[in-house]
């Protein structure tokens, strides 16, 4: 593994933040929170599994995938791999279905780069799926209908990450971004006591001054 390569798991986290993947990746600071614990013991329950056959199925759980193109030099693990009738399918699983959408566009970004790093390891064109535990139902996603476009998506993102930890340096909060469920909250904005405190440390700063 060098420098250069980028777990699938990296991409997740700037996905959802790129200032959260900031002091993460290249701060190295981390937080966890009830929903990050959630999905974390969702995940290992899944991935406790192991491998099994069900009805013509065969199931693995914990599969390491890469892709050492240089255009790529992703790797990561996938949830579920299921093979039947000649078909590899891509499932991941995740805790709960957005409310206003079949899925996030993040979380189907995720399975591409599985998907990208699985096809390569194993010589196939699989299928991606996720799988909600909340209503216990798996939606397939689009990935060969956009292929071209979340290809080119995957490798621009690829090189703003692998941009910022040459260079260390952490991506700016992006606008609009919702915190309020983040485990990283606290690290990335910590709370003031209140609005005379900030004042207070202000005159404090000007007074120092020479």
């Not at 892709?67 to 039947?84: A, H, M």
């Not at 290809?151 to 703003?160: G, Y």
């Not at 340096?169 to 609009?176: L, Q, T």
Request: hydrophobic share 30%; net charge positive.
């Amino acid at each position: 593994m060098s420098d250069n390569d980028i777990s699938i798991r990296s991409i997740q986290h700037y996905l959802y933040c790129p200032h959260r993947w900031g002091l993460i990746e290249i701060d190295c600071a981390w937080a966890e929170n009830y929903y990050v614990t959630k999905s974390n013991l969702m995940h290992e329950r899944v991935h406790d599994t192991g491998s099994y056959t069900s009805k013509a199925k065969k199931v693995y759980t914990a599969v390491s995938v890469y892709n050492d193109l240089p255009e790529y030099r992703l790797y990561g693990v996938t949830d579920c791999l299921e093979f039947s009738s000649g078909l590899y399918r891509l499932v991941e699983y995740k805790p709960a279905k957005p409310k206003s959408c079949e899925y996030n566009h993040d979380d189907l970004m995720q399975v591409f780069a599985q998907k990208i790093c699985t096809d390569y390891a194993l010589k196939c064109d699989c299928e991606g799926y996720i799988y909600y535990s909340d209503i216990k139902k798996r939606i397939k996603l689009p990935l060969h209908e956009g292929y071209s476009e979340y290809d080119r998506e995957l490798k621009e993102l690829l090189a703003k990450m692998r941009d910022y930890r040459q260079r260390g340096v952490i991506p700016p909060i992006v606008k609009g971004q919702k915190c309020s469920g983040c485990s990283m909250k606290d690290i990335c904005m910590p709370k003031l006591k209140n609005s005379k405190s900030l004042r207070d440390s202000v005159r404090e700063l000007l007074e120092k001054k020479p």
